[in-house]
């Protein structure tokens, strides 16, 4: 899905762009609350669909979900969506049984991107969102994005023992820098960092309404050498999730940490033939921060 398709849709949210493409299924269930599938199989929280930014995961391990609304990248900043369907989704892991959607950005390094947004509509939405490129002669480039927004749900509830979980204002908030250095006419590293956080109402997958409070924040470096042994990769990021639900009958929660390190190496024998060997390593740790 290209840069192009993205401004042609009067979207605010990145499912809103998924959902004009075939194969993929896209359920709002509350204003900030979004569940994607692939494969015809969709429910609150769709646990089987890995999506990535700049091959970054922001499927969220904790609870087998991705929240949507925490992914703290702009519209004006993709430059393509990437959907993965059919069964190489097994190459990418136990959690893209379903399918892979890779969100990348521009560039800092070769991309200006600069924009100042606000949006406001019914039931009190307002949205504000900046994004500002610098660039320094192809040799560095860094790109901020801030973003905030808040709307005042309806009173409507689920059920009447949910009645005080399913109202309530939505706010989401973030902030995401990307940073970009070429080392070299063959090397280039480049760091990324984020925050979000958002209050919502939503869904769980037994169908309950749930309160949300949800901070995220994510730190990455990569660097990539064309050598001559080939295209040498590699990356390290730090994710860290600190989710709370409340449903009728408490409150419960989740800190979740998640450090993966990737090295691989791109190359070609003849002019037929390209291999790919890669190595990863994952270290997950969850503490239930709050309830039973």
Same mark, same amino acid.
């Given at each position: 899905?290209?840069?192009?398709?993205?401004?042609?849709?009067?979207?605010?949210?990145?499912?809103?762009?998924?959902?004009?493409?075939?194969?993929?299924?896209?359920r709002?269930?509350?204003?900030?609350?979004?569940?994607?599938?692939?494969?015809?199989?969709?429910?609150?929280?769709?646990?089987r669909?890995?999506?990535?930014?700049?091959?970054?995961?922001?499927?969220?391990?904790?609870?087998?979900?991705?929240?949507?609304?925490?992914?703290?990248?702009?519209?004006?900043?993709?430059?393509?969506?990437?959907?993965?369907?059919?069964?190489?989704?097994?190459?990418?892991?136990?959690?893209?049984?379903?399918?892979?959607?890779?969100?990348?950005?521009?560039?800092?390094?070769?991309d200006?991107?600069?924009?100042?947004?606000a949006?406001?509509?019914?039931?009190?939405?307002?949205?504000?969102?900046g994004?500002?490129?610098?660039?320094?002669?192809?040799? +560095?480039?860094?790109?901020?994005?801030?973003?905030?927004?808040e709307?005042?749900?309806?009173?409507?509830?689920y059920?009447p023992?949910?009645?005080?979980?399913?109202?309530?204002?939505?706010?989401?908030?973030?902030?995401?820098a990307?940073?970009?250095?070429?080392?070299?006419?063959?090397?280039?590293?480049?760091?990324?960092?984020?925050?979000?956080?958002?209050e919502k109402?939503?869904?769980?997958?037994?169908?309950?309404?749930?309160?949300?409070?949800?901070?995220?924040?994510?730190?990455k470096?990569?660097?990539?050498?064309?050598t001559?042994y080939?295209?040498?990769?590699?990356?390290?990021?730090?994710?860290?999730?600190?989710?709370v639900?409340?449903?009728p009958n408490?409150?419960?929660?989740?800190?979740?940490?998640?450090?993966?390190?990737q090295?691989?190496?791109?190359?070609?024998?003849?002019?037929?033939?390209? +291999?790919?060997?890669?190595?990863?390593?994952?270290?997950?740790?969850?503490?239930?921060?709050?309830?039973?």
């Open positions: 899905i290209s840069a192009e398709d993205i401004a042609r849709y009067p979207a605010r949210e990145i499912p809103d762009i998924l959902r004009h493409y075939a194969g993929v299924s896209v709002q269930n509350t204003n900030g609350d979004y569940s994607v599938g692939i494969r015809g199989y969709n429910q609150p929280g769709a646990e669909l890995l999506v990535l930014v700049n091959g970054r995961q922001v499927y969220e391990d904790y609870y087998g979900l991705v929240s949507w609304d925490n992914i703290p990248v702009e519209l004006s900043e993709i430059r393509q969506i990437e959907i993965v369907r059919g069964p190489n989704t097994a190459l990418f892991g136990f959690n893209a049984t379903s399918g892979v959607i890779n969100i990348v950005t521009y560039n800092p390094l070769f200006d991107v600069d924009l100042a947004e949006d406001v509509g019914l039931n009190g939405y307002k949205k504000a969102t994004v500002y490129t610098f660039q320094n002669d192809g040799v +560095f480039g860094a790109r901020l994005s801030v973003s905030g927004s709307i005042d749900e309806d009173t409507n509830s059920s023992a949910e009645s005080n979980i399913l109202k309530g204002q939505d706010s989401a908030r973030s902030i995401n990307d940073v970009v250095l070429k080392l070299n006419d063959t090397m280039q590293m480049r760091f990324e960092g984020s925050t979000s956080d958002t109402n939503a869904f769980s997958a037994y169908y309950d309404g749930t309160r949300n409070e949800d901070t995220f924040t994510s730190l470096a990569n660097l990539t050498a064309d001559d080939g295209i040498i990769d590699a990356t390290i990021y730090r994710n860290n999730a600190d989710a639900f409340t449903v408490g409150r419960f929660g989740f800190k979740n940490s998640v450090i993966v390190a090295l691989s190496d791109t190359f070609k024998l003849g002019t037929d033939h390209t +291999f790919r060997i890669a190595g990863e390593f994952r270290d997950n740790s969850t503490d239930h921060a709050i309830g039973t």
